[in-house]
């Protein structure tokens, strides 16, 4: 009998890695769907914007739309658009080159926001959010001009969950991204097909993909921003108690408004006594299988920045 050889070893290595990327790949698609069809995102003769980064999230999102374009019972179309902010060093190279090569029709969008971003911002001051604003203003302006009915963002289930942590932790609401909406000026439908899936198979896809990576260093180095600080502490839960994150997204997915404490949801002022019983009525005394006590004293243990960071 022979022994294996050196080259059977990496075919066999090989082979393990294509059979476990096809099937990561698999999963990402019917997530994908699944939140389309949830949200009824697309739709005949949509018009899709893609918008890349030049992130492992937004090259999966136009991957994997792509891939649900071949196959969908409905014709739609994409455009990828990137918006080249002029950030010192950025490869400019790198996205045209990646779009041609795999035949998507795309645009690139040139827009010094870097520059007006350093003027404006203090040093030491974050910079996520005039950024993002400036970003978005541009691409609303360009949807409008391609003739575009959607607008795809990359965010996935885990930049979804660590926004509802911020607005809960240091905007006093219950608020994250939702998975669809209308923009702010009220002209372009926001989707974010990604809605359904973790980070860290996003990670793997990119490596098992081979994504030209292109690194976001506008921001520089900034170990205080309050979303790495929420993003640690998920990690951290995801690592110790594997499946919270999949039960607290499964949470955001089912409120009962009529126990929270929004007035303007519920009608607390005029509730009354029915004598008919109620499914959402109140099951206080009801047993429920939640986290011992002790889980949850710890809970929110990580030490998390003050409003004024």
């Given at each position: 009998?022979?022994?294996?050889?050196?080259?059977?070893?990496?075919?066999?290595?090989?082979?393990?890695?294509?059979?476990?990327?096809?099937?990561?790949?698999?999963?990402?698609?019917?997530?994908?769907g699944?939140?389309?069809?949830?949200?009824?995102?697309?739709?005949?003769?949509?018009?899709?914007?893609?918008?890349?980064?030049?992130?492992?999230?937004?090259?999966?999102?136009?991957?994997?739309?792509?891939?649900?374009?071949?196959?969908?019972?409905?014709?739609?179309?994409?455009?990828?658009?990137?918006?080249?902010?002029?950030?010192?060093?950025?490869?400019?190279?790198?996205?045209?080159?990646?779009?041609?090569?795999?035949?998507?029709?795309?645009?690139?969008?040139?827009?010094?926001?870097?520059?007006?971003v350093?003027?404006?911002?203090?040093?030491?001051?974050?910079?996520?959010?005039?950024?993002?604003?400036?970003?978005r203003?541009?691409?609303?302006?360009?949807?409008?001009?391609?003739?575009c009915?959607?607008?795809?963002?990359?965010?996935?289930?885990?930049?979804?969950l660590?926004?509802?942590?911020?607005?809960?932790?240091?905007?006093?609401?219950?608020?994250?991204?939702?998975?669809?909406?209308?923009?702010?000026?009220?002209?372009?439908?926001?989707?974010?097909p990604?809605?359904?899936?973790?980070?860290?198979?996003?990670?793997?896809?990119?490596?098992?993909?081979?994504?030209?990576?292109?690194?976001?260093?506008?921001?520089?180095?900034?170990?205080n921003?309050?979303?790495?600080?929420?993003?640690?502490?998920?990690r951290?839960?995801?690592?110790k108690?594997?499946?919270?994150?999949?039960?607290?997204?499964?949470?955001?997915?089912?409120?009962?408004?009529?126990?929270?404490?929004?007035?303007?949801?519920?009608?607390?002022?005029g509730?009354?006594?029915?004598?008919?019983?109620?499914?959402?009525?109140?099951?206080?005394?009801?047993?429920?299988?939640?986290e011992?006590?002790?889980?949850?004293?710890?809970?929110?243990?990580?030490?998390?920045?003050p409003?004024s960071?």
């Amino acid at each position: 009998m022979n022994a294996a050889t050196p080259a059977d070893d990496t075919e066999a290595l090989d082979r393990k890695q294509q059979y476990e990327g096809n099937k990561l790949n698999k999963r990402l698609r019917h997530q994908v769907g699944d939140a389309v069809v949830d949200f009824n995102m697309i739709e005949q003769g949509d018009k899709i914007m893609v918008c890349l980064s030049g992130g492992k999230d937004s090259y999966a999102m136009l991957d994997i739309l792509l891939s649900l374009q071949r196959n969908a019972p409905i014709d739609f179309s994409i455009l990828a658009v990137n918006l080249d902010q002029k950030q010192p060093g950025f490869p400019e190279e790198v996205l045209p080159t990646y779009l041609k090569q795999i035949g998507v029709p795309f645009r690139i969008i040139e827009q010094d926001t870097y520059s007006i971003v350093k003027s404006v911002l203090e040093e030491g001051k974050t910079t996520c959010s005039l950024c993002s604003r400036l970003r978005r203003g541009i691409l609303y302006r360009v949807a409008k001009e391609e003739g575009c009915t959607k607008i795809a963002l990359g965010h996935h289930r885990d930049d979804i969950l660590a926004t509802f942590f911020l607005n809960m932790f240091y905007g006093g609401k219950l608020k994250a991204m939702p998975p669809k909406l209308v923009s702010d000026n009220g002209e372009h439908v926001v989707i974010r097909p990604l809605a359904y899936v973790r980070e860290k198979d996003l990670v793997r896809y990119a490596a098992w993909k081979q994504f030209p990576i292109i690194p976001c260093n506008l921001c520089g180095s900034q170990p205080n921003l309050q979303r790495q600080v929420v993003a640690d502490m998920m990690r951290d839960w995801d690592k110790k108690h594997p499946g919270r994150l999949e039960t607290m997204f499964k949470a955001l997915c089912n409120v009962v408004p009529s126990h929270l404490a929004d007035r303007t949801l519920f009608d607390f002022a005029g509730l009354h006594t029915t004598g008919v019983e109620d499914a959402q009525g109140d099951h206080l005394f009801d047993e429920e299988d939640m986290e011992p006590v002790s889980e949850l004293s710890r809970l929110f243990a990580p030490q998390l920045l003050p409003l004024s960071e």
